[in-house]
């Protein structure tokens, strides 16, 4: 069994900042790929940021220069500083990790609950 648990979602008004963190916890020999996904009412799920077990980050366009993605491959955890927050970056964001539970498995995506991001005044 493997879990993702992200923390750190809230209210913050325009020009705040939040740190989310996704531990993921379980039957785990290693994690590849981790990442932060965002779902804002009526709309689909789309990429926020990703982070290779190197450390190789990858950005939406619209987050680059406001926030960063970051893990601790010692905890499984990844984290995402968001600075200057816009009231477009609303919305419930998920944890996904590609998990790795032996040396002779393939990785497989995990995904956590969510956990809520509101910008406003």
């Known amino acids: 069994q493997v879990q993702l648990v992200e923390s750190g979602g809230g209210l913050v008004q325009p020009g705040g900042s939040l740190r989310l963190s996704c531990a993921a916890s379980?039957?785990?020999?290693?994690?590849?790929?981790m990442g932060w996904y965002r779902q804002a009412p009526g709309k689909e799920r789309e990429l926020v940021a990703d982070?290779?077990?190197?450390?190789?980050?990858n950005y939406a366009d619209s987050v680059k220069g406001r926030f960063t993605i970051s893990r601790d491959n010692a905890k499984n955890t990844v984290y995402l500083q968001m600075n200057s927050l816009k009231p477009e970056d609303t919305a419930v964001y998920y944890c996904?990790?590609?998990?790795?539970?032996?040396?002779?498995?393939?990785?497989?995506?995990?995904w956590g609950k969510g956990t809520l991001v509101t910008v406003s005044s």
């Open positions: 982070i290779t077990s190197g450390g190789s980050a």
């Open positions: 996904y990790g590609a998990v790795v539970k032996n040396r002779v498995s393939i990785a497989v995506g995990y």
């Open positions: 379980g039957n785990i020999f290693s994690v590849n790929a």
